[in-house]
């Protein structure tokens, strides 16, 4: 039997350009009428139940649900930059609505391509009778990027090979639906529509529940039941979802499902395969995953076998597939079939095949690869859409990259006749389809309307998908994804400033009330298939880092606080000292560039340039220092660690484990540096930045620190990827608040900082009488720094001396802020990590001093010795001993963290 190019001219829709299907009226219009009110049946109970007021409250409504959009975090990146905020996902107020009838069409529709589709994938990597008997080309099959000759002859686990599909429709002006696309690799846009679900419902809850709109959380729990039914773990498998990780412009959605199914989120970093067997890599070492949802396509999957330069998949996956020791929904192969070109075949392997014409018809397509479709499809051109046949052809993907005929001049369109002609086998064409149009609610309605009198129309495409549904067969979720195409344009895409609205399904049957996703019974049962107890490598690195920018951040932000604050101090303005102290932090930790000039050292220091203008130059070091836009002198090349570096560090540290954040949790940290850019480019729109204005923004962003404190100490499971994000946080601490108390102590004892630059005699008095006790400048500027200003006071008052400060900021047990407090914390947290008893510490733990015997080196005798300024009397050598000590330990026991739970480098412990 000859191979089909296109359907037959009979099915091909019968539309003029100017007239389209518009779903408010429930019939084609033309562009004159398309405002026309009249609603379809289903659209006037809507607008009934909307009501009067309910129509005047949309604008409000509209502004919520981009509210909430933002709040909940969900995003889509056309291409994603670990520096940039999160492009917000777009989603229309109003759904498209379709009544029982067109969906049971589609529903059959969908359901008998899925059983061609499986019957044509088992063929293909079986006996290709398709091929042989002439229904396909064997270079559509055969030729095809997608088509994985090392999966031939591979069964699929439970028997199906496909569990998830997505379909692209698209309504003409008599209300058929053709299919214009199929996804069938790793289809994207099952945790978007949820999402809009749950969104649009809390938004128009009086027209949800009255109308009869069927639910969607049956679906997902048989898919769910597949995966564990079949998977060769068992009922209790681990079930995982692979993701290409955080840069990809859906991870918002992979994050999402993985959480909202119960399943680990994992990349392929996180994976490896031993003896066929593919595991997890843990803090607990290796663990077994028997099933994977990928939302990875097949290129990627093994750069063993495909793509060699993959970063993305895992070494030897396909043959731990091939053994049957794991699962993978869907089967690897699949990629072929989403080529354009082979849809053209697809009636005549319908009936041949199944008996049936296709319920769901195919848009009249041509593959220019055969010598008689290029002569059919050539005149045709100027109505008709060019697509690439594979993504390599053009370099984009197939549904992105379609040029409209009749968008093109007459010598674009014989320059495009001539390329096809050329280069047939790369090109499908198809038939050109003027888009039906939904109504949507316009950002804000203009003059006087506010009713159904306001609606505007936007171009649409209706994507359903049809999910494994446990018993060998398929459901085809009631509902789907509505794809909105910028308003006048009749190209969908959300690459191209597309937007998305929900889709409500009316059944005339029950509706399933049922609102989980997955069954409470198996997860409950299932601890290992929840993910909960399980923490990757990766994620458990990330935590970490996640937990030292924080502790950084917080750092850094009050130590640019502090010392603008003391700068702009009548008191700091006459003492060098505290200037050079600060000045000394700050370069430490980023917050003026290293090598700017100091107050002491500064060239003008010995001329007649006083100390106020140094000072007041080393202030503004410490103003442009906030944000890299904020200091257009900074010298080129230079990477400074400054608070807004630190900020953004933190939110890519965040963005790595997202799916473990609350919504609040990673709204404040996705914010953050945005939020301090803004307040800065706001304050300095006269173009110059004062110290008060940075004040400002420095205390705002020390608001919303402390808010991601406390979010991370109260809002998150105590998991050793919280214990790691703690000994982050903690080992970032020890090491900055060991560095200041050790520069305060080391910095008043220097002999020639007691004496003004400008005038040889004493600078400040306190220095001169006696060195237990601190200016109070330096002691307020300390106990800021260590956050412990409220706590001190209440147990010392007013005083500053060293014995006292001793006492609240390194002695104190009940200080979280105090290093002994965080020294027997961190020792505590190390030895739960090294999975050691409540009290048997060990490992990690002890290479950190045990802080019981400081308080006997330390309280007695009088730490400082007042009559003897010159030296430092034995407790203070002690305890500057302490501090150096205690700062190289944290960062060698930041690196010893590292070796021993992120690189598995002396790790092969496997656990089935």
């Known amino acids: 039997m000859p191979a089909r190019a296109a359907s037959t001219p009979a099915q091909e829709p019968v539309a003029p350009p100017t007239r389209r299907y518009h779903e408010w009226s429930g019939r084609a219009l033309g562009s004159g009428d398309a405002r026309q009110t009249t609603p379809s049946p289903h659209w006037g109970r809507f607008a009934e139940l909307m009501g009067a007021s309910g129509w005047a409250d949309l604008d409000e409504r509209n502004r919520r649900l981009a509210r909430q959009v933002r709040d909940n975090g969900v995003s889509y990146n056309v291409y994603a930059d670990p520096d940039q905020p999160q492009r917000p996902w777009s989603l229309d107020l109003l759904p498209l609505i379709i009544p029982p009838e067109p969906w049971a069409h589609i529903e059959r529709g969908v359901q008998q391509r899925m059983r061609l589709l499986e019957h044509l994938l088992a063929d293909a990597y079986g006996p290709q009778r398709a091929?042989?008997?002439?229904?396909?080309?064997?270079?559509?099959?055969?030729?095809?990027?997608?088509?994985?000759?090392?999966?031939?002859?591979?069964?699929?686990?439970?028997?199906?090979?496909?569990?998830?599909?997505?379909?692209?429709?698209?309504?003409?002006?008599?209300?058929?639906?053709?299919?214009?696309?199929?996804?069938?690799?790793?289809?994207?846009?099952?945790?978007?529509?949820?999402?809009?679900?749950?969104?649009?419902?809390?938004?128009?809850?009086?027209?949800?529940?009255?109308?009869?709109?069927?639910?969607?959380?049956?679906?997902?729990?048989?898919l769910v039941a597949h995966l564990r039914a079949h998977n060769p773990g068992g009922p209790d498998g681990h079930l995982a979802l692979l993701t290409p990780g955080p840069y990809t412009e859906t991870y918002f959605e992979h994050a999402y499902l993985a959480r909202q199914l119960g399943l680990t989120l994992v990349q392929g970093s996180d994976l490896t395969v031993r003896g066929e067997r593919l595991y997890l890599r843990t803090l607990r070492g290796l663990q077994p995953v028997h099933a994977l949802l990928k939302r990875l396509d097949d290129e990627y999957l093994d750069p063993l076998e495909l793509r060699a330069d993959s970063q993305l998949g895992v070494p030897g996956l396909l043959q731990a597939v091939r053994a049957g020791q794991v699962m993978m929904a869907n089967l690897p192969g699949a990629g072929w079939l989403e080529s354009p070109a082979l849809l053209g075949f697809m009636p005549a392997l319908a009936q041949a095949w199944l008996g049936e014409a296709l319920t769901l018809p195919t848009l009249p397509t041509w593959w220019c690869g055969e010598r008689a479709a290029l002569h059919d499809v050539l005149p045709r051109l100027r109505h008709c859409v060019i697509k690439p046949t594979e993504r390599a052809a053009l370099g984009v993907n197939p549904s992105s990259g379609a040029v409209l005929g009749h968008t093109l001049d007459e010598r674009a369109l014989n320059e495009w006749a001539g390329r096809i002609a050329r280069q047939g086998e790369d090109f499908t064409v198809q038939s050109y389809l003027p888009l039906a149009h939904m109504p949507v609610w316009p950002a804000q309605a203009t003059g006087a309307a506010r009713g159904p009198e306001a609606l505007q129309s936007r171009s649409y495409m209706l994507r359903v998908y049809a999910l494994a549904d446990g018993q060998g067969g398929w459901q085809v979720l009631p509902g789907g994804l509505a794809r909105l195409g910028p308003s006048g344009s009749d190209t969908v895409t959300m690459q191209r400033g597309g937007s998305s609205a929900d889709v409500w399904v009316l059944t005339q049957g029950a509706i399933d009330t049922h609102t989980r996703l997955r069954d409470a019974a198996t997860s409950t049962t299932s601890p290992v298939g929840s993910g909960r107890h399980h923490v990757t490598s990766r994620a458990a690195e990330n935590l970490f880092w996640l937990g030292r920018y924080t502790e950084r951040a917080e750092n850094t932000v009050r130590l640019a606080q502090v010392t603008l604050e003391a700068l702009a101090s009548e008191d700091t303005r006459g003492d060098l000292v505290t200037a050079q102290w600060l000045h000394q932090l700050c370069m430490t930790h980023g917050v003026v560039p290293w090598g700017t000039p100091s107050p002491s050292d500064h060239p003008d220091a010995k001329a007649a340039s006083p100390l106020g203008d140094r000072l007041r130059q080393f202030e503004r070091s410490v103003v442009l220092g906030l944000a890299p836009s904020a200091r257009p002198d900074a010298p080129a090349g230079v990477q400074v660690a400054s608070v807004d570096f630190n900020l953004r560090a933190l939110r890519q540290s965040a963005s790595h484990v997202r799916e473990r954040l609350s919504l609040e949790h990673w709204a404040l940290i996705d914010r953050a540096p945005q939020q301090l850019e803004r307040r800065l480019a706001s304050l300095r729109a006269d173009g110059h930045l004062t110290n008060m204005d940075a004040l400002a923004a420095l205390r705002a962003s020390s608001q919303e620190l402390a808010a991601i404190t406390g979010a991370q100490t109260d809002r998150m499971a105590r998991d050793d990827g919280w214990r790691l994000l703690s000994i982050g946080r903690l080992i970032e601490r020890l090491g900055f608040f060991s560095s200041v108390l050790l520069g305060a102590l080391q910095e008043p004892g220097a002999p020639d900082t007691h004496t003004s630059a400008d005038t040889g005699a004493d600078a400040n008095p306190d220095r001169t009488e006696g060195r237990n006790t601190l200016p109070a400048i330096e002691g307020d500027a300390l106990l800021t720094l260590f956050d412990s200003m409220v706590t001190f006071q209440s147990q010392f008052a007013q005083r500053r001396d060293w014995t006292a400060l001793v006492e609240a900021l390194v002695l104190d047990r009940d200080n979280p802020r105090a290093l002994a407090w965080v020294v027997h914390t961190l020792r505590g947290r190390m030895a739960r990590l090294d999975g050691r008893e409540r009290g048997d510490l060990g490992g990690l733990a002890t290479s950190l001093p045990h802080p019981d015997g400081w308080p006997d080196q330390m309280r007695q005798p009088s730490l400082i010795d007042a009559t003897d300024p010159p030296h430092q009397p034995p407790q203070l050598q002690r305890l500057a001993t302490l501090l150096t000590h205690l700062r190289e330990q944290a960062w060698a026991l930041s690196e010893s963290v590292s070796t021993a739970y992120f690189t598995h480098v002396h790790s092969g412990r496997l656990t089935h």
């Open 131 to 222: 091929v042989r008997d002439g229904f396909i080309p064997s270079s559509v099959l055969l030729g095809a990027p997608g088509y994985l000759r090392s999966m031939h002859g591979v069964e699929a686990l439970g028997g199906q090979r496909l569990c998830v599909a997505a379909f692209d429709l698209a309504r003409d002006a008599d209300g058929l639906w053709w299919l214009v696309s199929q996804r069938l690799q790793a289809p994207s846009g099952l945790g978007y529509l949820l999402e809009n679900r749950l969104t649009v419902r809390k938004l128009l809850p009086e027209c949800f529940e009255a109308m009869p709109v069927q639910r969607l959380a049956a679906s997902y729990r048989a």
